[in-house]
């Protein structure tokens, strides 16, 4: 590893790193309506449960390894070379996930623009982009109840998306009942000014040239806070990290006060106990912690490696997802308690005006913001809070890419990393440019296809593979034996089983049952043409072909017979340890020599002779016993 390799200026800078990559908008606008729809207070039984025995043991796991090795997700896989693809397809999900990201941080400046206007533009029916169907909201002594003309029934549900419908129907008249579709104006706003939004994938339509400008804002922000890697962002997250409690603390104060946010809050956290006899929530649960806490992305490991090797890991991991949890749940209150007010305004039942994702950021809660007393204050502040979630979780996506790039780059090269500025900046200007169909009319259907399918499988299978190749490759013992060296204590061993076991038949189990309860990618009514879910599986098979297509050409390039091409690729590479000679002697592993020669390392990770047998068999200070033992 290059001498001037980049570590955190403070402990406190890994931590509040982690924690807005773990923190981000998910929790906000995602947990609480999870929460809601699976059970309430009863809910988050399962979601603790998941958080340790499905999400933790891989953040630990992770966050572990890239500490040992000092290097990135694709580096670090020295540890077992055949597997050298699990970081690679990390690489592909995380870029992947670094463009519809950056689409949402622009919908979020967009907002904040439009936030600092009066009266704010999504209240109101007199735009140009309002149709005939807009209302602006209800009055709440006259839309309810028997009235001389007839009776009057409201029902709104919430599209994750886009939609936010309301049907109005008026009976009793002399041409009978008739139906009236009825959208708010929030969600006019959203549809008709910001997205401008096509029919759907097959009309991409023209680029939405505001958007354009706030995604190169969006680009040129993320690349100022990365420019120095972590020596820059690890300064920005001491504001990025803590101002979105600082808000949430505010808007629960002030959503305590509104009328009814006590129904919101009590509709949050009632338990429906009889939900946790579906196997459908327990499946919920997984998959909100496994996505929210970013398990198998490799964000943990890339920040973990930059590390000092004595920190403790396994502390500061436990603290980062006790903190995630909590902070999800409180989001919660905060949510629902403008939610409640919300209700209580419209005059409907709060399971009416429950929305989730998108549709709640960028429809309902700019809605319920612009009913109270200076609007635009509190719809400033709930949108720079999200940018701020958005920004960590982009920092980190981007630090995972640019990391694995210049280690792996370094071993040719070894000069590069004094330039690791350019390669910032060339992984923006080329994820901007292929990002530009993001900022068409068309955009909002190309980022459900990448958050759908890129998102939602390879994560998990990557982890699943990680977990296994580690505990039956290298061995769980071992490895906790690495993990002793750098924190001074071996931690119990219930994470060993987890890494065996436990875990991965909780991700068989998430993976099965998505399977059989699949649902395709839809955006409102809309659903994809199969050419297009075809695109969406597509984005799914590039990242986890990466492990595939690796390990076939990594056996093809070895030497020796297939069996034993296959032994030496599971076996760990002379370079695998920590990455200082001192660090190395500690955990009992061969010092490398301080100009050993990169070609060297790359002829043993293809199966040729080096001539250094002596590190081979000095990787670690068992004996060949306890190796073949710990396999076992």
Partial sequence: ??????TWGKKAEFILSSMGYTIGLGNVWRFPYMCYANGGGAFL???LLMLFFAAFPVMFLEASLGQFTSRGCVSCWSVVPLFKGIG??????????????????TYILYYMYWSFLNPLPWVGCNHPWNTEHCYESFDRLSHHGNTTDGNTTDIMTTDMAMTTAVSYVTGNMTDGNTTETRVRASEEFWKHKVLQVSDGLHDMGAINWQLLLCFIAAWVIVYCCVIKGVKSSGKVVYFTATFPYLVLFILLIRGATLPGAADGIL??????WKKLLSAKVWKAAANQVFFSFSAGWGGFLTLASYNKFRNNVYRDMMIIAISGGLTSIFSGFVI?????????????PVEKVVASGPGLAFIAYPEAVSRLPVPQLWAFLFFFMLLTLGLDSQFVAMEVVLTATVDEVEVHYPFVRKYKHW??????????LIGLPLVTQGGLYVMTLLDWY???????????????AIS???????????????????????????WMAITPLIVTFIFVFSFVDYEAATVGEYTFPPWGEAIGWLFTVTSLAAVLVYAIIHLYMSHGTVMERLRHSLEPSYQWGPARNEDRITAGYAKLPEHHHRHDYMNDEHGMDTGRDDFKMGYTGLTTNEKERDCV
């Fill in 267 to 272: 509709f949050f956290i009632y338990p429906e």
């Fill in 472 to 498: 039956y490759a290298y061995g769980s013992t071992r490895f906790m034996q690495d993990v002793n060296a750098m924190i001074g204590y071996t931690p119990i061993a219930f994470w060993r089983y987890c």
């Fill in 423 to 432: 390669f910032t900046l060339g992984a923006c200007v080329f994820l901007f």
């Fill in 336 to 348: 629902f308690s403008v939610i409640g007010f919300m209700a209580w305004d419209s005059n409907l």
């Fill in 88 to 105: 690679i397809a990390m690489m592909i999900v995380t870029t992947y996930f670094c463009l519809y990201y950056n689409l949402l941080i």
């Fill in 454 to 468: 890129s998102g939602g499988f390879t994560p998990m299978i990557v982890a699943f593979i990680e977990m296994l």
């Fill in 45 to 47: 039984i399962p979601y």
């Fill in 1 to 6: 590893m290059s001498s001037d390799r980049e």
